[in-house]
């Protein structure tokens, strides 16, 4: 299993990442985690736009979910003809909530383009990977994610503030990619986001293998939050960095 940051910048795109996106790879099979804000763009450094084979929106704030009405345009007019519906897997209200971002009629909205799945806490299947959701703490319904697939485990929180689901999703998984957009000894809005003091708090408690951190808010000094997560997480970990390329369970390379 390969992952690729494609973005990692938190609430908005900064001078040197787009809003949140990830690409996860296995016997063949391509799915983005999140395409926020500015991601289509970097996407085709990385992968033929037109290979992804599903779409998975941790929530539907624009800097998780608001490229995917750029990727609608891309894959409606398409120069060889429109491209076949694909399915994108998303919170209560997705299809309506991206026809509005585009300013379509709900009916047919974006459906033409894609298959919307919305999502339930539990198991399910995407292509090759064994997948579990689970609700985690934020102000609009969002979910965080765990992919397994031949023997090795990632997870992804999405956006959070502390919660026991996010230790049960990350339990044991081999990479961690995790929110970390506050600072500690600041006056942080509650359950919204993790410091990195949390990050590194729920990484030890799920016992994971290692951890990225990301949704790095442009504001922010990042190594000030690899700091601060290293004092409670004693495992590996690194910032993401877009362009970076980790093979699950070994080192990253550079993109």
Known sequence: MRLTIIGASGS?????SPASCYLVEADGYRLLLDLGNGALGALH????????????????????????????????????????????????????????????????GMRDAFEFRELLPGRLEIGPFGVEVQRVNHPVEAFGIRLDHGGVSMAYSGDTGPCPELVDIARGADLFLCE???????????????????????????DVGEMILTHLV????????????????TGPIRLAEPGAVHEIGAHATAG
């Open 180 to 206: 970390a957009s506050f600072h500690e000894n600041r006056d942080n809005p509650k359950d919204v986001h993790l410091t990195g003091v949390e990050a590194g708090t729920h990484a030890s408690s799920a």
């Open 45 to 108: 450094r990385y992968v033929d736009i037109y290979g992804v084979d599903a779409v998975y929106l941790s929530h539907l704030h624009p800097d998780h979910c608001m490229d995917l009405c750029s990727y609608w345009v891309a894959r409606t007019y398409a120069p060889d003809g429109p491209q076949p519906t694909m399915p994108v897997y998303g919170p209560r209200g997705v299809a309506d909530r991206m026809a509005t971002a585009y300013g379509l009629d709900p009916d047919p």
């Open 218 to 233: 442009p504001w922010n000094d990042d190594e000030r939050t690899l700091t601060e997560a290293s004092s409670s997480f």
């Open 12 to 16: 908005y795109p900064g001078p040197n």
